[in-house]
């Protein structure tokens, strides 16, 4: 018994691991990502502390006196440099050299610091020269600081003594790197393009999944249910095509038909109309296409499940219904619907949550365009983290809005179970009992 | 028995495979090289460094130092997926050697330690990094550090198409005193419009081809912005004036309201409007420099100089006539050993020599990057190159390094095609863009 149950956990281990890895991970880090400010700029893996003209900037209203101590940049040849120069083992000359002429010098940058040393007579290298020059810096504006207590001892050595609170204020005016904060939350629920494209996605989620993935298929199912079987093949083997045509191929196909110089543009053009490109030419000319380019694909597989639960039908109930009588249309409305319910309410839920989070067709079509007419909730998370013209990618952001698109499935997975009562779907029917 | 000789090659194999490592490790590198928006003309981003590979090896053997450089080259057409790999990568710890991107990635990758500043490798007065351009040099520093070499320079002129020009009542005279015209303000956008307006009415172009933009977004967008008086950064902080940004945005819709800009221009597939500019189905349109290398090249127009006349953007309401320089500069990526940052730099040094940089320079008709370049012969003796650094590079803008800019971007772009679809308003497209630039940046931009 024990051993069988060892076994058991062994051979469940693969899955688990799968599971934990491929499912619950990735919610778990878009989470955590969400409640981060990441983007390119701040980095994932971290951040240093740098005082930068902006941060100078940023300390300019708490921390005045500060912020002007630090705004310039200070270079000067003094004992203490020379004697780090010394132990640097470098060519002894360079100390020696710039002991005897540029003792007590100041210079106001970098570059004008670093003429001086590279005109030494020993010419070091370009990065001897950067190791030389940071020696004699007696400034902290730029330096890029690893830890946050090497920039406070620098800026002690400057003769600012911070207080604690001081120090905070300090770090955070000048760290490059990403924070735990919940402004994501806020700029989805405040920015009224965030309600724009939540408004997108519910018309497109809906629409396809009304008149397509659910009514099409429906309708698709019923009528080669009455079909002759060989010809009822036919017609689902024909809309099987979007489904198994890749799917780059398969928009490709919409664009021919579509575009300035494709099909209905050449048609229409007998009748006198100049060309145009159909796809793009409105906002409901996009939508028309997007939801039909959707549609022809999810209508299949709606169409797969209805057809096979109607199958399952015992047929003696067509027969006994049509000895009384009954027209197709009873018996569509009182044998086979009502023993549709639960494919019915599985493909809605997985109908729902995968329009939810698919929008390669979109991608492909459209991209969202024209303006940001069909840019829906997971194709603008996609573009806010990980693909965009400025190549400003917002992780933090981009996560936030996944993590939205999470919830909103599982709150409709939940109100879909409600409706069609689950409860009673898969408690034991009495007559087996 | 048959297991014995098996094992026997195997072990050869691995035997051999181990030598050649260790002398391939004696004496090779390998640095890599992305580049950006690199189409069929651009080769020689990445082709220069195989020049300079071969220059440096026999600078190391000469030295009696053997050096063997492999130079791995991935140019990315576009820009969305190749900062996408490159700012993954990276975080990755995959970052190539050296990537050649637009200046305006230095603030984000910089801050995020993405890239080091290449001034800790190459002596910046020394030649040929001390003759490139100043205020070139000026646009890749941040943060007081120069942080990329400057791998092209380009301006974007607006294009009128000649025979139009003439159709609707320009005398050639009046066409060649055109750029001047706007450089001094006598033409504005608003008779970019009227003509626009006129050759469509003549029947010279079809609908909506009268001003014919760029069909995605682009830096260029921000030269109307200028052209109608606004500013980009003012002492490193980025600035939003709201007038400006309006009459910008206003600008589009009337275009489009005036039929001569299509509504959904934007997105439209980029081969079909590279087509239909080099055959004149267009009337006015924008574009860069490099514009002219695709369409003598790739498109099939024959004489440029005969069919197309180039300018300055002209002046709008309450700004000047202007052009932008968006150069792309080689940058040094960071989580590489010392000494391959100083080959790779070495390298970025070699691949900016005059000769070597005209090569990129004339083949895709971008301009060059420093004085001495324009006297190479294959420089010098092109009209396009020549023509187009006297006319366009004095009056050129930069967009600014900050680390903030692309999330600015984002927004003015966003709510720019928001107002030329017609889905907003041009006031409620700058309100909307100011309540989200308050949001996202906060201190970081002022606005007024």
């Given at each position: 018994m024990r051993t069988s149950r060892t076994l058991g956990l062994f051979m469940i281990a693969p899955a688990s691991i799968m599971i934990f890895l491929f499912f619950l991970m990735p919610v778990v880090l878009t989470a955590i990502f969400a409640m981060t400010n990441m983007s390119t700029a701040t980095g994932i893996s971290g951040g240093a502390w740098q005082v930068t003209q902006a941060a100078v900037n940023r300390l300019k209203t708490d921390l005045p006196e500060l912020a002007d101590g630090i705004a310039e940049p200070r270079f000067i040849i003094d004992e203490e440099g020379l004697k780090e120069l010394e132990t640097l083992k470098l060519k002894p000359g360079f100390a020696a050299e710039l002991r005897a002429e540029h003792m007590g010098e100041v210079y106001p940058s970098r570059r004008e610091a670093e003429r001086v040393i590279k005109a030494l007579k020993d010419r070091p290298s370009t990065r001897e020269v950067k190791q030389i020059s940071d020696l004699f810096n007696r400034s902290v504006l730029n330096t890029r600081f690893e830890t946050r207590d090497e920039l406070m001892a620098n800026l002690k050595k400057l003769g600012f003594d911070l207080t604690p609170q001081q120090q905070d204020i300090v770090a955070r005016a000048t760290y490059t790197g990403w924070i735990w904060t919940t402004d994501n939350f806020r700029i989805i629920s405040s920015s009224p393009d965030m309600a724009q494209i939540f408004f997108n996605t519910a018309f497109y989620v809906s629409v396809t999944l009304l008149l397509f993935n659910v009514g099409y298929a429906l309708f698709l199912a019923l009528t080669t249910h009455y079909m002759q079987a060989s010809t009822a093949s036919v017609f689902r083997a024909i809309w099987l095509l979007p489904r198994i045509t890749p799917v780059v191929i398969y928009v490709l196909l919409w664009k021919w038909l579509t575009w300035d110089s494709g099909f209905i543009s050449t048609f229409m053009s007998q009748f006198g109309y100049p060309p145009k490109n159909y796809l793009l030419d409105t906002a409901y000319n996009a939508w028309f296409f997007v939801i039909l380019i959707n549609g022809f694909i999810g209508a299949s597989m709606g169409m797969l499940v209805f057809s096979s639960a109607i199958k399952a039908i015992p047929q003696t109930q067509f027969h006994a219904s049509e000895v009384d009588g009954a027209s197709r249309l009873q018996q569509i409305r009182y044998i086979i619907l009502p023993q549709l319910r639960w494919p019915i309410l599985f493909v809605t839920c997985y109908q729902t949550l995968s329009l939810l989070a698919s929008f390669n067709e979109i991608l492909l079509s459209t991209r969202g365009g024209p303006g940001k007419a069909t840019e829906v909730w997971s194709l603008a998370a996609f573009h806010t983290a990980l693909n965009n013209y400025t190549g400003?990618?917002?992780?933090?952001?981009?996560?936030?809005?996944?993590?939205?698109?999470?919830?909103?499935?599982i709150i409709l997975s939940l109100i879909y179970l409600r409706i069609f009562r689950y409860d009673t779907l898969i408690s034991k029917p009495l007559i087996e009992d | 028995m048959t297991v014995l000789p098996i094992l026997k090659s195997a072990a050869l194999a691995a035997v051999l495979l181990a030598s050649t490592a260790v002398f391939a490790s004696a004496k090779d590198v390998t640095i890599s090289v992305w580049s950006g928006g690199s189409g069929p003309n651009d080769n020689y981003r990445t082709d220069a460094f195989d020049i300079a590979a071969d220059i440096l090896e026999r600078e190391a053997a000469i030295r009696g130092e053997q050096l063997n450089i492999i130079v791995q080259k991935t140019p990315y057409s576009g820009w969305e997926d190749f900062k996408q790999a490159l700012t993954l990568a990276a975080e990755a710890k995959k970052a190539p050697n050296i990537v050649a991107t637009g200046h305006e990635d230095i603030g984000p990758w910089a801050q995020a330690g993405l890239i080091v500043p290449v001034e800790n490798y190459i002596d910046l007065d020394s030649w040929p990094i001390g003759d490139i351009y100043p205020n070139l040099m000026e646009i890749t520093s941040f943060?007081?550090?120069?942080?990329?070499?400057?791998?092209?320079?380009?301006?974007?002129?607006?294009?009128?198409?000649?025979?139009?020009?003439?159709?609707?009542?320009?005398?050639?005279?009046?066409?060649?005193?055109?750029?001047?015209?706007?450089?001094?303000?006598?033409?504005?956008?608003?008779?970019?419009?009227?003509?626009?307006?006129?050759?469509?009415?003549?029947?010279?172009?079809?609908?909506?081809?009268?001003?014919?933009?760029?069909?995605?977004?682009?830096?260029?967008?921000?030269?109307?912005?200028?052209?109608?008086?606004?500013?980009?950064?003012?002492?490193?902080?980025?600035?939003?004036?709201?007038?400006?940004?309006?009459?910008?945005?206003?600008?589009?819709?009337?275009?489009?309201?005036?039929?001569?800009?299509?509504?959904?221009?934007?997105?439209?597939?980029?081969?079909?409007?590279?087509?239909?500019?080099?055959?004149?189905?267009?009337?006015?349109?924008?574009?860069?420099?490099?514009?002219?290398?695709?369409?003598?090249?790739?498109?099939?127009?024959?004489?440029?100089?005969?069919?197309?006349?180039?300018?300055?953007?002209?002046?709008?309401?309450?700004?000047?006539?202007?052009?932008?320089?968006?150069?792309?500069?080689?940058?040094?990526?960071?989580?590489?050993?010392?000494?391959?940052?100083?080959?790779?730099?070495?390298?970025?040094?070699?691949?900016?020599?005059?000769?070597?940089?005209?090569?990129?320079?004339?083949?895709?008709?971008?301009?060059?990057?420093?004085?001495?370049?324009?006297?190479?012969?294959?420089?010098?003796?092109?009209?396009?190159?020549?023509?187009?650094?006297?006319?366009?590079?004095?009056?050129?803008?930069?967009?600014?390094?900050?680390?903030?800019?692309?999330?600015?971007?984002?927004?003015?772009?966003?709510?720019?095609?928001?107002?030329?679809?017609?889905?907003?308003?041009?006031?409620?497209?700058?309100?909307?863009?100011?309540?989200?630039?308050?949001?996202?940046?906060?201190?970081?931009?002022?606005?007024?």
């Open positions: 400003n990618l917002e992780y933090g952001l981009g996560a936030a809005m996944a993590l939205v698109l999470v919830v909103v499935g | 943060n007081g550090a120069v942080y990329g070499i400057p791998q092209d320079a380009e301006s974007r002129p607006m294009f009128f198409w000649k025979p139009y020009m003439k159709a609707i009542g320009y005398t050639d005279s009046d066409i060649e005193a055109l750029p001047g015209k706007i450089e001094k303000g006598e033409y504005t956008l608003k008779n970019v419009l009227e003509d626009a307006r006129k050759m469509q009415d003549k029947g010279l172009v079809q609908a909506g081809y009268g001003f014919y933009p760029r069909n995605s977004n682009g830096p260029d967008y921000w030269q109307f912005y200028t052209s109608f008086g606004g500013v980009m950064e003012e002492e490193g902080k980025l600035v939003f004036d709201k007038a400006a940004m309006k009459r910008t945005y206003q600008y589009f819709a009337d275009l489009v309201k005036a039929g001569v800009t299509k509504k959904n221009h934007i997105g439209m597939p980029g081969d079909q409007w590279w087509k239909e500019v080099a055959t004149g189905k267009a009337g006015i349109w924008h574009g860069g420099t490099w514009h002219y290398a695709r369409l003598v090249n790739q498109e099939g127009l024959k004489d440029f100089f005969a069919n197309v006349q180039f300018t300055l953007i002209p002046a709008g309401e309450g700004g000047k006539a202007n052009t932008l320089t968006h150069p792309l500069a080689y940058l040094l990526m960071a989580g590489h050993t010392e000494e391959e940052t100083q080959i790779a730099a070495d390298l970025i040094k070699i691949a900016s020599e005059p000769r070597i940089n005209a090569l990129h320079a004339i083949k895709s008709a971008h301009l060059g990057i420093s004085p001495s370049e324009t006297k190479v012969d294959l420089y010098a003796g092109n009209r396009w190159a020549s023509e187009a650094t006297e006319r366009l590079l004095p009056h050129a803008n930069a967009m600014p390094n900050n680390a903030e800019f692309g999330k600015y971007w984002t927004i003015m772009w966003k709510n720019l095609e928001a107002t030329w679809t017609g889905a907003k308003t041009a006031d409620a497209a700058v309100n909307d863009a100011e309540t989200e630039l308050k949001s996202t940046l906060g201190n970081s931009i002022i606005i007024r």
